[in-house]
């Protein structure tokens, strides 16, 4: 019903910065909240950042905290994650996600439609 697609990834030095953006399309993309997640070889898929239905409540991962935004511009039915002073640990395939759930969702399974990923790699 709903259509993600991540786009922006690819390759930057350590303490570069990089913005990922998340089209969607196929449904009221007000009524969605957003998510960003991200997962690395061999590791969990872990939540980054979420942004309300309303866009007025965001969190973030310990580890982005202070780094990472999300917003989105509802006329556009986009969702951005703007990744600066970036860490080699920051190295995954990045998603996004839409949940029809009030409020910032955390877990995976609290969100409706997922996108297919986008890579980003930070070299030392």
């Known amino acids: 019903q709903v259509q993600l697609v991540e786009s922006g990834g690819g390759l930057v030095q350590a303490g570069g910065s990089l913005r990922l953006s998340c089209a969607a399309s196929?449904?009221?993309?007000?009524?969605?909240?957003m998510g960003w997640f991200r997962q690395a070889p061999g590791k969990e898929r872990e939540f980054v950042a979420g942004?309300?239905?309303?866009?007025?409540?965001?969190d973030y991962a310990d580890s982005v905290k202070g780094r990472f935004t999300i917003s989105r511009d509802n006329a556009k039915s986009t969702v951005y994650l703007q990744m600066n002073s970036l860490k080699p640990e920051d190295t995954a395939v990045y998603y996004c996600?839409?949940?029809?759930?009030?409020?910032?969702?955390?877990?995976?399974?609290?969100?409706?439609?997922w996108g297919q990923g986008t890579q980003v790699t930070v070299s030392s």
């Open positions: 996600a839409a949940t029809w759930r009030l409020g910032v969702q955390y877990r995976n399974y609290k969100y409706d439609y």
């Open positions: 196929g449904g009221t993309f007000s009524a969605y909240g």
């Open positions: 942004l309300s239905r309303s866009g007025g409540a965001t």
